[in-house]
């Protein structure tokens, strides 16, 4: 049925047999298959994983497309640039695009993983990238960290200033050169009027009172978002949106998940935030964008919508909010 399945999904190994010698033995969500390895055969090398594939692009999502050529699966927030992508980084990138996804958002998080952003983004048509200063980075980034940023800027594939907030969960960095840098990159967002990404782990309080400084003047996205409804609510109202990853997955994400359901569909983004945060029922795994329509899934679950609905708004939304064409 497709070719293009060659390996093992799980690891990666490559199967001795072609894939369309296997048998589809469920179907999951309507985008998502189960595949089964029937024989010793057609086991990979590390033995025999029995894992989802997303092949939408063969089912549903397809056909979606051909009834409307404008709707766009995308990823707005993905870290491609990740050692864990090292080893096989070309071919994820594939599998990626072969899956049906649309855009990605890489995003960067420190000056050198900026810089990879932007050549990953030069490499790959769908492939966008944003640069900017992670909390977790700003304790060694250089003083001439911005005019690094300006310059990354003039490459037309660069959509927004990201990832930079606040991360008072791991305190990687110190909280002052934190906020400091914060500050310095919310001043030049304000100032070059590109749209902001925003990180903000156990530091909602403080992201919201800086946000708000910049009312009217700065607008975004809130990725991973794991506040409350309030502050869902606040952050509407100054113009920003909400991506949500496979934390809405998890049976933990209750606030996460009442958030969904309270905020309208206008405001909600998919991200996989890969290689973290996968999605359920894979969570032990590398994430990657492949695994967006499980997000999706969940989402449209919890709003009551169709699956192919989610897709479609949010993707209208990403292209708002990061002017993708
Ligand atoms: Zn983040
Ligand atoms: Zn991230």
Redesign the pocket.
């Known amino acids: 049925m497709s070719a293009e399945i060659e390996r093992c999904c799980m690891c990666r190994a490559r199967f001795p047999k072609r894939a369309a010698e296997f048998d589809f033995v469920s179907d999951l969500c309507g985008f998502a298959r189960v595949f089964v390895v029937p024989t010793p055969d057609h086991l990979c090398e590390r033995g025999s994983h029995i894992k989802r594939f997303m092949l939408y692009k063969n089912l549903k999502y397809k056909r979606l497309k051909e009834r409307d050529k404008n709707i766009m699966l995308i990823d707005v927030?993905?870290?491609y640039d990740d050692k864990r992508f090292n080893d096989d980084r070309d071919e994820v990138i594939k599998m990626v695009k072969e899956s049906g996804v649309d855009r990605v958002i890489n995003?960067g998080?420190s000056i050198k993983s900026s810089r990879t952003s932007v050549d990953l983004a030069k490499k790959y048509d769908f492939i966008y990238a944003a640069v900017g200063v992670?909390p977790h980075d700003t304790a060694r980034t250089p003083e001439n960290t911005l005019d690094i940023l300006y310059d990354l800027l003039k490459n037309k594939k660069v959509l927004a200033v990201g990832?930079i907030g606040l991360d008072f969960f791991r305190d990687f960095s110190d909280r002052d050169s934190q906020r400091w840098w914060f500050k310095q990159q919310m001043d030049f967002v304000a100032d070059v009027q590109y749209p902001v990404v925003i990180?903000d782990r156990d530091a909602h309080k403080e992201c919201l009172d800086m946000v708000k400084k910049y009312k009217g003047m700065v607008k975004g996205i809130f990725?991973?978002f794991a506040g409350s409804v309030e502050m869902a609510r606040e952050l509407i109202k100054l113009d920003y949106m909400m991506s949500f990853g496979g934390v809405v997955t998890f049976t933990n994400a209750k606030l996460c998940q009442e958030v969904i359901r309270e905020i309208p569909i206008d405001y909600i983004l998919l991200e996989t935030?890969c290689p973290?945060l996968t999605p359920h029922p894979h969570r032990s795994e590398r994430n990657d964008s492949s695994y967006l329509p499980l997000i999706a899934e969940k989402i449209a679950e919890i709003k009551n919508m169709t699956v192919e609905d989610v897709i479609y708004k949010t993707g209208e939304n990403a292209k708002r909010c990061f002017n993708i064409t």
């Open positions: 927030h993905a870290h995003c998080s992670h990832e990180h990725h991973c935030d973290y």
